[in-house]
C-alpha cells in the first residue's frame, strides 16, 4: 500500500510551540511538563498527537486560545523571513556592487597595465634602433678599423640588442593584443615553406645546446590561410621553446600532415623536462614563469606562448598543448588548408 503523508496543520510549522505559550503566560513551565508527557504517552499507543490537543484535552488551554497563539507565531515567523529576505537582498546588491566595482578596477589596471606596456615598448624602440645601427656600422668597419678583441665585444654587443629588439617586439605585439587592435592579414601561405624557414633558423640555436631538430612534411601538402607574418612567429616562437626546455642529447620534432581533408595540422614536440599537469593551464599567462625564482635557470618575458595561443586562436583555431613532466611536451594547432 502506498505510504499516506500526515496531514499538515498549521500546529506542524510552529517551532517550540509549548515554550511560547510559558511566555506568553497562559501555562507554567509544569503544565507544559505534564503535557509533553501526555503527549508521549498518546504517541506510543499509536498515531499523531499533536501538543496543542495535549493541552486542550488536559484542559490547560481551549481551541480558541491555542488557534490565536499558533496565528501569532505564523505572522511573527511571516515577518521575520521577510526581514530576512530584505536584508538578504540588500547583502546581495552589496556583494554585486563589491564585485562590479572590483571588475571595472580590474579591467581599468589590465587597461593601463597594456598602455604602459606599449608606450614603454615605443619609447625603447628609438634608442635601441640607434645603437643597433652604430654597432653594426662598427662590426662592419664603417666607422674605422677595430681590432679582433674589439671586434668580438660589439659582435656580444650585436647579439644582446637583437634580443633586446626581439623582447620590445614581443611586447609592442602583447600591448596590441591586449587592446584588441592586432591585426590578421589572411592570405593563401605556403605553410611548409614558412616551417621550413623557422626550422633552418633555428638549426644554430639548436646545434650550440646539442638538440637535433627535424621536420617531417608529407609531399604535395596544401598552402593555408593564414598570416604569413603572425604564423611564421608562432613556429619560430614553439621552435625557440622547446630548444631552450630541452636539454642536450634531445630532440624537437616539427610536422605537417593533412588533418580531415580541409586542415592541416602543425605539430612542434620535443623531450624536454615537460610541465607538470597541474601547471600546464599557466604557461599560457602573461608574464608568467613557472619557476620565479630569482635564480632561475630559463630566461624570458614569459609572454610567448600567451601570444601563440592569442595568435592561433585569433585563425579561428585551437592550440592544444600536452605535457609529461620529465618527458617533454607537444604543441599542435590545425590551420584551414587552401586548395586550387
Do not use: C
Amino acid at each position: 500500500m502506498p505510504h499516506t503523508l500526515p496531514k499538515l496543520t498549521p500546529e506542524m510549522l510552529i517551532p517550540r510551540l509549548g515554550d511560547y505559550i510559558v511566555q506568553k503566560g497562559l501555562i507554567t513551565p509544569a503544565d507544559l511538563k505534564k503535557a509533553l508527557a501526555h503527549q508521549k504517552k498518546q504517541i506510543e499507543k499509536g498515531g499523531r498527537y499533536l501538543l496543542g490537543q495535549a493541552l486542550i484535552d488536559l484542559k490547560m488551554i481551549d481551541q480558541d486560545t491555542l488557534d490565536q497563539v499558533i496565528t501569532e507565531q505564523i505572522l511573527q515567523l511571516r515577518s521575520a523571513l521577510q526581514a530576512s529576505n530584505r536584508n538578504l537582498e540588500q547583502r546581495v546588491k552589496e556583494r554585486t556592487a563589491d564585485l562590479n566595482e572590483a571588475l571595472q578596477k580590474l579591467s581599468e589596471l589590465n587597461q593601463m597595465k597594456a598602455n604602459f606596456v606599449a608606450n614603454i615598448s615605443h619609447e625603447l624602440r628609438t634608442p635601441l634602433t640607434h645603437i643597433k645601427g652604430y654597432i653594426e656600422l662598427l662590426v662592419t668597419g664603417s666607422l674605422g678599423e677595430v681590432n679582433e678583441e674589439q671586434l668580438k665585444a660589439l659582435q656580444v654587443s650585436q647579439r644582446s640588442t637583437a634580443k633586446l629588439e626581439s623582447i620590445i617586439e614581443d611586447l609592442i605585439m602583447f600591448s596590441l593584443a591586449s587592446r584588441g587592435a592586432m591585426t590578421m592579414k589572411l592570405d593563401k601561405v605556403d605553410i611548409a615553406s614558412i616551417v621550413l624557414q623557422s626550422v633552418k633558423a633555428a638549426h644554430n640555436k639548436a646545434e650550440e645546446r646539442g638538440v637535433q631538430v627535424t621536420f617531417a612534411v608529407p609531399k604535395n601538402i596544401p598552402f593555408v590561410q593564414a598570416d604569413t607574418a603572425k604564423i611564421n612567429w608562432v613556429v619560430n616562437q614553439l621552435l625557440d621553446n622547446g630548444i631552450k626546455f630541452t636539454p642536450s642529447g634531445g630532440s624537437v620534432d616539427v610536422s605537417l600532415k593533412e588533418d580531415g581533408g580541409n586542415l592541416v595540422l602543425v605539430t612542434v614536440q620535443d623531450t624536454g623536462i615537460g610541465i607538470p599537469f597541474s601547471k600546464l593551464q599557466e604557461i599560457f599567462e602573461p608574464f608568467h614563469q613557472l619557476d620565479e625564482s630569482s635564480t632561475r635557470h630559463y630566461g624570458g618575458t614569459g609572454l610567448g606562448l600567451s601570444l601563440v595561443r592569442q595568435i592561433v586562436e585569433a585563425h579561428g583555431s585551437l592550440l592544444d598543448a600536452r605535457s609529461v613532466e620529465g618527458k617533454g611536451s607537444t604543441f599542435k594547432f590545425p590551420l584551414l588548408a587552401v586548395r586550387d
